[in-house]
């Protein structure tokens, strides 16, 4: 993987790449596969099917949050076909129970692997570039598929944790691991990932 520094306010902001992806800040031309992929049932677990409108002001938050802080959730890029495929990466919003690496794939990207190459990315990142200590996941109990990219990222079931408002009602668990973990785990994952 290889990444370009954060540029904090200044310019579109950093830049990762892995074999087969590039994660890059939220861009406006993200948007028509963005509500795709937040109308598609599986969203259920990442707040539940959405309008476009709806869609629309989750694309605009994570454009926001890189705007302003530097930080947030990467839109995943495939590299062979230029096409949007989820989004990961790391978000903190006010309020959140700890330094999240996240995800949400689009439906043509599942089962490919992607998730967990771009996570992987991120997980580096968000250690090495934003110093963070450790990492949670926060997963739906119900989100078998979720649980198991957080497995093989080496994170673990720490427990249900609460999200703030507007989320307050939602179950999730807290899953996670540490920096030190984390430089122990990305050794086991499978030849390709970096």
Known sequence: MSHTPPSGLMGEGPVLQTPRLILRPTRMEDFPR?????AHPSARFIGGPQTPEAAWRGLMTMAGAWSLTGVAMFSLIERSSGLWMGRIGPWKPEGWPGNEVGWGVHPEGAGRGYALEAA???MDYAF??????DVIHCIDPDNIPSQRLAQKLGS???GPT??????????VDKWGQSRDDW???????PPGVF
């Open 120 to 122: 992987a990315a991120a």
């Open 34 to 38: 963005w509500a795709e992929s937040m």
């Open 128 to 133: 090495d570039v934003l110093g963070w200590d």
């Open 183 to 189: 430089r122990i785990n990305r050794q086991t994952l």
């Open 162 to 171: 609460r999200l703030p408002p507007p989320f307050e009602t939602a179950t």
């Open 156 to 158: 673990y079931n720490q």
